[in-house]
């Protein structure tokens, strides 16, 4: 068993995809759906799987939630919910009670489009964030490398909540740069209540002519400052499949942990997002 901690799912028809424009991600411009999904994930052992949230309006989630009642593949939902209202709690209360409300794991909101590099650390993000935790789910880091510092500034400001780094803070693949991304990492890494998903990485390659070996300094690296039991597979469906396939994300995954040993490899496949995730 395997588990893919990061994936999404939509039906334009039910809710259209704002930030799919332009001629890049064209191919995006189409129905993603359960069904889809469902053989390609038995066909690499995932058995298990977190669908992740990807627009910020507060009816994206019911639907999310709603996809998990008569499917045995998705085991845990990251929602939205608007950090910054002074009822956080309440909202919250409200999401676990909808339809399939009790599979709701955690929140993310799309920091990486907010101009403001320190918006994590607003008062009443904070406030917003500590009503998350005090709900018992974690919170989704969907960020850039600049935001890193902030998300080191929330992490530290708030112990008890679990927050994870979507996609390694989408470091510059394509390019070949480590630093300043490197530091940001392990700086985040250093504070206990981080996680961090092996996620996103083939689209912030060349996603023409990318290999393993093009994604490995960025896998060694938060692999060294997170460890195994703090790092997750997540395969991004369907935004992976702009440089590759579902099987080809998946094997990635395997080759960039095969060094391992098999209780690593564990962590990294299914452990950690069983963990975190309560799945």
């Not at 309006?57 to 085991?75: A, D, F, K």
């Not at 009670?97 to 009443?124: F, I, K, N, S, T």
């Not at 099987?247 to 391992?260: F, G, P, Q």
């Amino acid at each position: 068993m395997s588990v893919d901690a990061h994936h999404h799912l939509w039906d334009l028809s039910v809710r259209d995809q704002d930030w799919i424009t332009g001629p890049e991600l064209l191919p995006l411009r189409r129905d993603f759906t359960l069904g889809d999904l469902e053989p390609q994930a038995g066909a690499a052992g995932v058995e298990r799987t977190v669908l992740v949230q990807t627009v910020t309006v507060p009816e994206e989630t019911p639907e999310l939630l709603l996809l998990t009642r008569g499917s045995e593949l998705i085991g845990g939902v990251v929602g939205w919910a608007d950090l910054t209202r002074p009822d956080m709690a309440e909202e919250l209360a409200r999401l676990a009670e909808l339809p399939g409300g009790r599979y709701l794991r955690g929140v993310r909101h799309q920091v990486q489009g907010e101009p403001d590099p320190a918006w994590l650390l607003r008062p009443e993000v904070r406030r917003g964030l500590a009503a998350v935790a005090a709900a018992g789910l974690v919170y989704d880091l969907v960020v850039l490398p600049r935001q890193l510092a902030a998300c080191v500034g929330a992490a530290a400001a708030l112990p008890g909540l679990t927050f994870v780094l979507d996609h390694l803070g989408k470091p510059p693949v394509a390019s070949g740069e480590l630093e300043p991304w490197a530091s940001g990492v392990r700086a985040l890494a250093a504070l206990p209540n981080t996680v961090c998903k092996l996620s996103g990485l083939v689209t912030e390659a060349d996603p023409a002519h990318w290999s393993t070996g093009d994604l490995r300094p960025y896998a060694d690296t938060v692999l060294d400052a997170f460890g195994p039991g703090r790092l997750m597979f997540g395969s991004d469906w369907p935004v992976c499949t702009l440089a590759a396939s579902y099987a080809e994300v998946v094997d990635s995954a395997h080759e960039l942990t095969r060094e391992l040993s098999a209780g690593e490899r564990a962590d990294v496949l299914t452990r950690t997002a069983t963990r975190v995730y309560r799945l």
